[in-house]
């Protein structure tokens, strides 16, 4: 497999804040990377420093095999960014926009016209074409945001938190979109705190915390890493003290918590595991309501490495 | 083209404060053809003198004495200092001559003694301040060959009568040299706030965070874009002062196709260089637009008024042209309000204007390198 970045022992500090401490990692051809962690992890920085627009302190970064630098424009010609923060001219209208933007990558007008068309209907903004940044919502805006860096048909494509604070319908659409570009043959690199996009959307994924990498690969290997296989909850009224220790002694049982009349179980392994709790609850002639069963998230996963929730 | 073409569609979207600004412009012109068309007679009349004669009225003199008389009103004031202060500042008086005593006897001496004059620096007084250097200097010039004192007042004055006063005035049309300088003066205003307003408006658009992070990372070389941005920005400062210039030749009148022309509009061509590397110095400095858009409004408006583009200059007091020096303005309407009194066009009478164009040229030279150091400094941050 034919690496697309490679990024090797990066740090960055500002001031005495180490933001990125010494990361190393790759970046595959055609795979959507998802990196992953809290505000304030390191995330932008890392994005900032491999588009050079970050003065380093140490380390080596290279884009398809060359090592980028702030005048490499071959490398940035390939390269589409879409920031966390929208980035739009005010004065000008959504199709006059993404014409600026893509206009910085390429010159030939016919061949900006039918990018910019094919943007539009990825984002889904055709019917929007006239209007200005101000009279869109915020999830039309985020769309926008999104067109504009990647009209240009870039290889690799940073998505820094694409989809924060964008209602269901724009999300959908957004995460829609990357997928169809990475079919495309785009590599993609996807930074978020939503561990469910990254479920959904990454071939590997990087767990970052204050700069670190704390683990990485794919979904499945990274949910081997938290000690659990299953998460049960049951609403049941007024449950007895007595009744709570004795299902902490069942087979597999990690963890017991009842509050608000929630019973909450985390399991080892196993299967049959709700079979047994609710056959359990029959005997003893206890009511219960709706029952959740759900596997480990990566939220699990982060808080078996740092003992801290992902989001608070 | 990009750059250029995505500019003019920012541009696009201030036009609406650019009309305004001309609007204001062509108002202010048009009301000042109502106000000036009144005064059109007195303009040829002669203008208001006052001699305070330390010295006796005999010999020299007495004939630079009799010829102020012949060729100016004289005005009769209180004798104190103060009481000419205010005749001046009324307008009682133009212009006054202060004879110090023995001035005959030093000047015969080859001392060549000094006179003091005051003047209201308007059209009126520059009128008499030539008729005095007149004098001075043909009397200067004969007494190198005319040893005898009634000899020389003679050859002095066959001179002066050989060559009438009368024609000094005949040339230049007063009226529409008066509303030209009032129209550039007015147009510091519009050339400051328009220039100023639209330019750092298009730059702080360009230099959004966002925007300019995403043209920083683009296949376009950054030093390319910054060129194209720069001259974008310095066309459309130049249509905007040509605009105004044609907008003056029809507001004004064919003074403007003149010698005068020329120079006003030079003056003003050098002044909106000046008003956009004022623009770029804000525009590198300050991000904010509502930061900007107050920034323009106390820069224009305050150099406009301290420098007396609303009022004529010698209506302000002195502490306030005092500080208005270090206002590029200032220098800018010296030079309109000298070049309607200009007779003719030699080395001598263009070394003010030289002068003041020079103070410009000192204004931009330092604007850009505070430019320069502003944007070193945010570079040197990232
Ligand atoms: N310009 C800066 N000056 C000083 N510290 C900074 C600067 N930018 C970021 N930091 C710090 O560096 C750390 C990493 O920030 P970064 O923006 O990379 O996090 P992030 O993972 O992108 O977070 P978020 O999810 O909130 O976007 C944070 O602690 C932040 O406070
Ligand atoms: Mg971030």
Request: a negative charge; one cysteine or more.
């Amino acid at each position: 497999m034919k690496n697309i970045i490679e990024v090797k022992n990066l740090t960055k500090t500002y001031k005495r804040l180490k933001a990125v401490d010494n990361l190393t990692f790759e970046v595959h051809e055609g795979e959507i990377l998802g990196l992953l962690g809290p505000n304030g992890s390191g995330k932008t920085t890392t994005i900032n420093c491999i588009l050079s627009l970050l003065k380093y302190d140490a380390g080596s970064i290279s884009i398809f095999g060359r090592e980028m630098q702030p005048n490499a424009y071959d490398i940035k010609k390939e390269i589409g960014v879409v920031f966390q923060e929208v980035a739009v001219f005010e004065e000008l209208n959504v199709y006059d926009n993404i014409d600026y933007f893509c206009g910085l990558y390429i010159q030939d007008k016919k061949v900006r016209k039918t990018y910019i068309k094919e943007a539009l209907e990825l984002v889904g903004l055709e019917e929007f074409q006239k209007f200005y940044p101000k009279q869109l919502s915020g999830g039309l805006l985020r769309r926008l945001n999104i067109a504009c860096g990647i009209a240009h048909k870039p290889k690799l494509i940073f998505l820094d938190e694409p989809t924060v604070a964008v209602d269901p319908q724009s999300r959908n659409n957004i995460l829609d979109g990357i997928q169809t570009l990475r079919k495309k043959g785009a590599t993609i690199i996807y930074t978020t705190h939503y561990m469910e996009e990254v479920e959904m959307l990454c071939d590997r994924i990087l767990i970052l915390d204050k700069g670190k990498i704390l683990a990485s690969g794919t979904n499945d290997a990274l949910k081997a890493l938290a000690h659990i296989e299953e998460k049960v909850s049951i609403e049941v009224m007024d449950l007895e003290e007595t009744y709570i220790e004795k299902i902490q002694k069942f087979k597999n049982v990690e963890e017991v918590s009842y509050q608000n009349n929630l019973l909450f179980i985390t399991y080892k392994k196993g299967n049959n595991n709700v079979t047994e709790l609710i056959d359990y609850l029959k005997e003893e002639g206890i009511h219960y309501n709706k029952i959740y069963s759900e596997r480990p998230t990566l939220n699990d996963v982060f808080l078996e490495l740092t003992g801290k929730e992902l989001r608070d | 083209m990009t750059v250029f073409k995505t500019f003019l569609k920012v541009l696009n979207k201030y036009k609406g404060t650019l009309i305004l600004y001309t609007v204001i412009l062509i108002f202010f012109a048009g009301f000042n053809i109502e106000t000036n068309d009144t005064g059109t007679d007195f303009v040829s009349s002669k203008p208001d003198v006052l001699i305070v004669n330390q010295d006796e009225e005999v010999g020299i003199t007495k004939s630079l004495v009799h010829y102020m008389e012949d060729h100016s009103n004289m005005v009769a004031i209180k004798d104190t200092e103060e009481a000419r202060d205010d005749a001046l500042f009324y307008r009682d008086v133009n212009y006054i001559i202060y004879i110090p005593a023995h001035y005959r006897e030093d000047f015969l001496a080859g001392k060549n003694p000094v006179i003091v004059v005051k003047s209201t620096g308007d059209y009126q007084s520059s009128l008499a301040e030539l008729l005095l250097t007149r004098y001075l200097k043909l009397a200067e010039f004969y007494q190198i060959i005319e040893v005898n004192e009634d000899a020389l007042i003679e050859q002095i004055e066959t001179t002066l009568s050989k060559e009438p006063v009368v024609e000094m005035t005949s040339h230049l049309d007063r009226n529409q040299l008066e509303k030209a300088t009032r129209y550039f003066n007015f147009a510091n205003y519009c050339i400051l706030a328009g220039c100023i307003y639209v330019v750092c408006f298009i730059l702080s658009s360009f230099k959004t965070k966002g925007v300019h992070k995403r043209t920083i990372i683009s296949s376009t070389n950054y030093k390319t874009f910054n060129r194209k941005l720069l001259l974008s920005n310095a066309l459309f400062a130049f249509v905007l002062w040509a605009f105004y210039i044609v907008l003056g030749i029809i507001l004004v009148g064919d003074v403007l196709l003149s010698m005068h022309g020329i120079f006003y509009a030079i003056n003003s061509f050098l002044f909106t260089l000046c008003a956009l590397t004022i623009a770029f110095l804000i525009g590198n400095a300050i991000a904010n637009k509502n930061a900007i858009s107050g920034l323009v409004n106390v820069i224009a408006l305050g150099s406009s008024f301290l420098c007396g583009a609303f009022v004529p200059m010698e209506w302000l007091p002195d502490k306030v042209l005092a500080i208005a020096h270090i206002l590029p303005s200032y220098w800018y309407i010296k030079t309109n309000e000298y070049l309607k009194g200009l007779e003719v066009f030699d080395m001598d009478a263009l070394k003010p204007i030289i002068c003041n164009m020079g103070v410009i040229v000192v204004f931009i030279v330092i604007f850009i390198i505070l430019t320069n150091f502003i944007s070193h400094k945010k570079q040197i941050q990232k």
